[in-house]
């Protein structure tokens, strides 16, 4: 006699807590070759990181210089120096005045705070390279209140600057390549520069027109930026930034009704950026 076999029980998997997970899409059981309409949009939501400005780490710094020192002579202190580290590397022709202009601001500080300075200038350049499109030397000195210690100066929010440059280049829209066929270059002046934030404004803009145009033309070749300020410390501040922000260029120090740009100028009125010392930039001045 035959006795039929018991099947035997089911065995019960014991699944342990950290096997229980399951990704919330399983992209193994995916066939990549078919289109597969989905049943239900899945919406998968990401946190949106923040853009970095550094210019918290910038005002931190900057206060510790102001526990002994009034903000204001450390801002102006801070923009001159920062001006003749980049002035000097390359114009020779001012490089003794401008030395020693330097040494005799940083000596007025102690070695703590002579290490600061240095900090400041990263942040600023870090900034610059991170975000072209901002006035970040300008919304500092407003973010610190120093807006009232300098004859009254209020600088344009860079959004405005944005919708001028838009407005003042749209001739460009259509003739940018005719302009450089007969000059080579195109060149972008303000006798009230300030701080620079029209200019740097102006500057994304014809670089944005120029790669629509010409995708392989590099923008530092082709565009000359001019400017400038009554005010020592704002114009250096433009010049600071344009410089940072790799433009050939110059801005003067002086006042554009009484004391405008001539050929009989006095030069050390003028701070030219290092990439007005380029080979290109070189020839065209001769």
């Avoid at 029980?9 to 807590?17: A, C, G, I, L, S």
């Avoid at 998968?44 to 400005?53: D, F, L, R, S, Y």
């Avoid at 400038?228 to 922000?245: F, G, N, R, W």
């Avoid at 801005?251 to 009989?264: R, W």
Wanted: include cysteine; aromatic fraction near 12%; hydrophobic fraction near 40%.
């Amino acid at each position: 006699m035959f006795f039929k076999k018991k099947p035997k029980p089911p065995v019960k998997k014991v699944t342990k807590k950290w096997e229980q997970w399951e990704p919330t899409i399983d992209l193994s059981n995916i066939d990549k070759k078919k289109t597969v309409e989905p049943k239900q949009k899945v919406e998968i939501k990401t946190e949106k990181m923040p853009v970095w400005t550094y210019s918290k780490d910038f005002l931190n710094e900057f206060n510790k210089l102001t526990r002994t020192h009034r903000p204001f002579d450390v801002w102006r202190d801070f923009v001159i120096m920062f001006a003749c580290a980049i002035s000097n590397p390359l114009d020779k022709f001012h490089y003794k005045d401008r030395e020693e202009r330097y040494l005799s601001i940083i000596h007025k500080y102690s070695k703590d705070e002579q290490m600061i300075f240095p900090k400041l200038a990263a942040y600023t350049t870090m900034a610059l390279d991170a975000n072209p499109e901002q006035d970040f030397l300008g919304k500092m000195f407003m973010d610190l209140g120093l807006g009232n210690n300098s004859a009254g100066q209020f600088f344009t929010p860079y959004s405005v600057c944005q919708l001028m440059a838009d407005v003042v280049t749209s001739d460009l829209d259509n003739n940018l390549q005719d302009k450089l066929e007969k000059q080579g270059y195109i060149s972008l002046a303000d006798e009230c520069c300030g701080a620079g934030a029209t200019l740097i404004a102006a500057i994304n803009t014809i670089k944005r027109k120029m790669e629509k145009a010409m995708p392989s033309m590099n923008f530092q070749r082709h565009l000359l930026v001019v400017g400038q300020d009554i005010d020592e410390t704002v114009a250096l501040m433009c010049y600071i930034q344009i410089s940072l922000l790799g433009v050939a260029g110059y801005i003067k120090v002086g006042n554009s009704i009484t004391d405008p740009m001539t050929t009989d100028d006095d030069k050390s009125k003028y701070w030219y950026t290092p990439m007005y010392f380029s080979n290109i930039w070189v020839i065209r001045r001769f």
